[in-house]
T-cell receptor, first 109, second 116 residues
Framework: EDQVTQSPEALRLQEGESSSLNCSYT??????LFWYRQDPGKGPEFLFT???AGEEKEKERLKATLTKKESFLHITAPKPEDSATYLC??????????FGAGTTVTVRA | GAVVSQHPSWVICKSGTSVKIECRSL??????MFWYRQFPKQSLMLMAT?????????EQGVEKDKFLINHASLTLSTLTVTSAHPEDSSFYIC????????????FGEGSWLTVV
């Protein structure tokens, strides 16, 4: 059975303090690994899709990387507006997503 | 970029009535859409998978007669909560799979349902 584990559960950062979020996974066949950002009371916002080990993608202060067993979301010099819950999910063979529990990031000014 | 739109964003209905939520993919055709429910500070719970032109498949424990799903076109899926009760109050979110963009799954903004 697919398993997706995110760590840490919560992360409190000072503005400008870079950090990384971890998503480890075990799947029978990886169709894709997605990162989303979710703000309170809103649907998840798509950030990245990664398909194969070694792949990297960047968007503003965020960078996602993928290995055979885990993915990292690096936040460089975060700002308060980066505060959100970041969700990692793997795409299963039936096209359903298996989600991790999320990492709630709080960035203080 | 690809956008999935949900309507309404919030709705209040009386107990015993039915309410419909729409999910539209705005710039791509979605053969598969998904409906989720989310409780405060909890993860998304998949309710059902909606395939265009066929019956929806429901996750275990989800009442298909209570949560009616229709995927009548490649850009529209609807969720109807029938005979709503206060315990159905929740945040409902849809998502759509874009098969032409690497099967990326985009989410709608969500719909808050309050049953009074």
């Amino acid at each position: 059975e697919d398993q997706v584990t995110q760590s840490p559960e919560a992360l409190r950062l000072q503005e400008g303090e870079s950090s990384s979020l971890n998503c480890s996974y075990t799947v029978s066949g990886l169709r894709g690994l997605f990162w989303y950002r979710q703000d309170p009371g809103k649907g998840p916002e798509f950030l990245f899709t990664l398909y194969s080990a070694g792949e990297e993608k960047e968007k503003e202060r965020l960078k996602a990387t993928l290995t055979k067993k885990e993915s990292f979301l690096h936040i460089t010099a975060p700002k308060p507006e980066d505060s959100a819950t970041y969700l990692c999910a793997v795409l299963r063979d039936d096209y359903k997503l298996s989600f991790g529990a999320g990492t709630t990031v709080t960035v203080r000014a | 970029g690809a956008v999935v739109s949900q309507h309404p964003s919030w709705v209040i209905c009386k107990s015993g009535t039915s309410v419909k939520i729409e999910c539209r993919s705005l710039d791509f055709q979605a053969t598969t859409m998904f409906w989720y429910r989310q409780f405060p500070k909890q993860s998304l719970m998949l309710m059902a998978t909606s395939n265009e032109g066929s019956k929806a498949t429901y996750e275990q424990g989800v009442e298909k007669d209570k949560f009616l799903i229709n995927h009548a076109s490649l850009t529209l899926s609807t969720l109807t909560v029938t005979s709503a009760h206060p315990e159905d109050s929740s945040f409902y979110i849809c998502s759509a799979r874009d098969a032409y963009r690497g099967n990326t799954i985009y989410f709608g903004e969500g719909s808050w349902l309050t049953v009074v």
